[in-house]
């Protein structure tokens, strides 16, 4: 079955970074697509990043400039580098992966550049904290 497991979050400084890794397994790693979303207290989950079968990537658009989504097929590894933390990046970092046709279809659904939504994918991670002082 799939499973998806967060690591790397953390308590850091403002003007950090951190990489967050999201361990797989249960599927053809390659062929999926992933993501990452955070949720803060009291707030919806919103999409912070995605990336496909293709290596083609996806931001919230106030996320895309700090953020990078990266994979290691090797390691069925998805990352999330985070440069210059702020306070307000403090949440649930998780992440997510459904089978690409799946996403494709329900973004493209809601036109070209559409930010990535928490009913684009169907599996999930349990989630690692960040909280940035």
């Known amino acids: 079955h799939v499973q998806l497991v967060e690591s790397g979050g953390g308590s850091v400084q403002a003007g950090g970074s951190l990489r967050l890794s999201c361990a797989t397994s249960?599927?053809?790693?390659?062929?999926?697509?992933m993501g990452w979303f955070r949720q803060a207290p009291g707030k919806e989950r919103e999409g912070v990043a995605v990336?496909?079968?293709?290596?083609?990537?996806a931001y919230a658009e106030s996320l895309k400039d700090r953020f990078t989504i990266s994979v290691d097929n090797a390691k069925n590894t998805l990352y999330l580098q985070i440069n210059s933390l702020k306070p307000e990046d403090s949440a649930t970092y998780y992440c997510?992966?459904?089978?690409?046709?799946?996403?494709?279809?329900?973004?493209?659904?809601?036109?070209?550049?559409?930010?990535?939504?928490?009913?684009?994918?169907?599996?999930w991670g349990q989630g690692t904290q960040v909280t940035v002082s």
């Open positions: 249960g599927y053809t790693f390659s062929t999926w697509c």
């Open positions: 997510a992966a459904d089978a690409c046709a799946a996403v494709h279809g329900r973004m493209n659904s809601r036109g070209a550049g559409s930010t990535p939504k928490v009913t684009d994918f169907g599996y």
């Open positions: 990336i496909d079968s293709d290596g083609d990537t």
